[in-house]
Protein backbone atom coordinates (compact mmCIF):
# COMPACT_ATOMS: atom_id res chain seq x y z
CA UNK A 1 0.00 0.00 0.00
CA UNK A 2 2.68 2.43 0.60
CA UNK A 3 4.41 1.55 -2.60
CA UNK A 4 1.23 2.80 -4.59
CA UNK A 5 1.15 5.97 -2.49
CA UNK A 6 4.42 6.71 -3.36
CA UNK A 7 3.83 6.13 -7.06
CA UNK A 8 0.59 7.90 -7.16
CA UNK A 9 2.77 10.92 -5.55
CA UNK A 10 5.42 10.70 -7.85
CA UNK A 11 3.38 10.99 -10.95
CA UNK A 12 3.76 14.30 -12.95
CA UNK A 13 0.66 16.18 -12.98
CA UNK A 14 0.90 16.27 -16.94
CA UNK A 15 -0.16 12.47 -16.61
CA UNK A 16 -3.47 13.36 -15.34
CA UNK A 17 -5.00 15.63 -17.51
CA UNK A 18 -7.82 15.07 -19.31
CA UNK A 19 -7.86 12.58 -22.40
CA UNK A 20 -9.51 12.31 -25.55
CA UNK A 21 -11.74 9.77 -25.26
CA UNK A 22 -12.51 9.04 -29.78
CA UNK A 23 -8.34 8.85 -29.67
CA UNK A 24 -8.50 6.31 -26.68
CA UNK A 25 -11.06 4.00 -28.52
CA UNK A 26 -8.66 3.76 -31.22
CA UNK A 27 -6.12 3.09 -28.87
CA UNK A 28 -7.86 0.72 -26.85
CA UNK A 29 -7.97 -1.22 -30.32
CA UNK A 30 -4.56 -0.35 -31.41
CA UNK A 31 -2.43 -1.37 -28.25
CA UNK A 32 -4.72 -5.21 -27.98
CA UNK A 33 -6.25 -4.18 -24.51
CA UNK A 34 -9.72 -5.58 -26.20
CA UNK A 35 -7.97 -9.05 -26.54
CA UNK A 36 -8.25 -9.32 -22.83
CA UNK A 37 -10.80 -6.87 -21.52
CA UNK A 38 -13.40 -6.72 -24.69
CA UNK A 39 -13.94 -4.04 -27.56
CA UNK A 40 -16.38 -2.10 -24.91
CA UNK A 41 -13.99 -2.89 -22.05
CA UNK A 42 -16.94 -5.62 -20.32
CA UNK A 43 -13.89 -7.82 -19.55
CA UNK A 44 -13.36 -11.31 -20.32
CA UNK A 45 -11.77 -14.52 -19.47
CA UNK A 46 -8.16 -13.26 -19.17
CA UNK A 47 -9.84 -9.26 -18.17
CA UNK A 48 -11.48 -7.50 -15.21
CA UNK A 49 -14.15 -5.63 -16.52
CA UNK A 50 -12.87 -1.95 -17.70
CA UNK A 51 -16.14 0.03 -18.41
CA UNK A 52 -18.05 2.13 -17.78
CA UNK A 53 -17.06 3.07 -14.49
CA UNK A 54 -12.90 2.56 -14.90
CA UNK A 55 -10.44 2.48 -11.34
CA UNK A 56 -9.47 6.42 -11.27
CA UNK A 57 -6.56 7.35 -13.33
CA UNK A 58 -4.17 7.86 -10.97
CA UNK A 59 -4.85 3.97 -10.17
CA UNK A 60 -5.13 3.08 -13.45
CA UNK A 61 -1.92 4.95 -14.39
CA UNK A 62 0.23 2.49 -11.77
CA UNK A 63 -1.38 -0.22 -12.21
CA UNK A 64 -0.95 -0.25 -16.23
CA UNK A 65 3.08 1.29 -15.72
CA UNK A 66 4.02 -1.51 -12.83
CA UNK A 67 1.36 -4.72 -13.05
CA UNK A 68 2.43 -8.31 -11.44
CA UNK A 69 -0.16 -10.11 -12.80
CA UNK A 70 -1.19 -11.81 -15.87
CA UNK A 71 -1.18 -8.32 -17.50
CA UNK A 72 1.94 -6.97 -19.00
CA UNK A 73 3.54 -4.05 -18.01
CA UNK A 74 2.93 -0.84 -20.41
CA UNK A 75 6.15 1.55 -19.91
CA UNK A 76 6.03 4.84 -21.24
CA UNK A 77 8.27 4.04 -24.47
CA UNK A 78 5.57 1.46 -25.00
CA UNK A 79 2.22 3.28 -23.81
CA UNK A 80 2.66 7.45 -24.00
CA UNK A 81 1.10 8.95 -20.43
CA UNK A 82 -0.76 11.08 -23.14
CA UNK A 83 -2.10 7.72 -24.77
CA UNK A 84 -2.74 6.08 -21.45
CA UNK A 85 -4.78 9.49 -20.63
CA UNK A 86 -6.71 8.75 -23.76
CA UNK A 87 -7.45 5.38 -23.19
CA UNK A 88 -8.42 6.09 -19.58
CA UNK A 89 -11.09 8.85 -21.00
CA UNK A 90 -12.69 6.38 -23.65
CA UNK A 91 -13.83 4.04 -21.06
CA UNK A 92 -16.53 6.16 -19.08
CA UNK A 93 -17.65 6.80 -22.78
CA UNK A 94 -18.57 3.85 -23.22
CA UNK A 95 -22.65 2.85 -22.32
CA UNK A 96 -23.46 0.25 -19.28
CA UNK A 97 -25.24 -2.54 -20.79
CA UNK A 98 -28.74 -2.63 -20.55
CA UNK A 99 -30.78 -4.06 -17.71
CA UNK A 100 -31.91 -7.67 -18.62
CA UNK A 101 -35.39 -6.50 -17.31
CA UNK A 102 -35.89 -3.55 -19.86
CA UNK A 103 -35.59 -6.79 -22.52
CA UNK A 104 -38.69 -7.97 -23.29
CA UNK A 105 -37.57 -11.31 -24.79
CA UNK A 106 -35.67 -12.17 -21.75
CA UNK A 107 -39.00 -10.72 -19.48
CA UNK A 108 -41.43 -13.37 -21.22
CA UNK A 109 -43.23 -16.29 -19.41
CA UNK A 110 -42.60 -19.79 -20.58
CA UNK A 111 -45.01 -21.16 -23.11
Not at 37 to 66: D, I, S, T
Request: charged letters at 15%; hydrophobic letters at 40%; one cysteine or more.
Amino acid sequence: MRLLAVLLAALPLSALAAGNAQKGKQLFVKNGCWQCHGYVGQGGAAGKPLAPKPMPFEAFNVFVRNSNGPMPQYPKEILSDADLADIHAYLPSIPAPKDYKSIPLLNQEPR
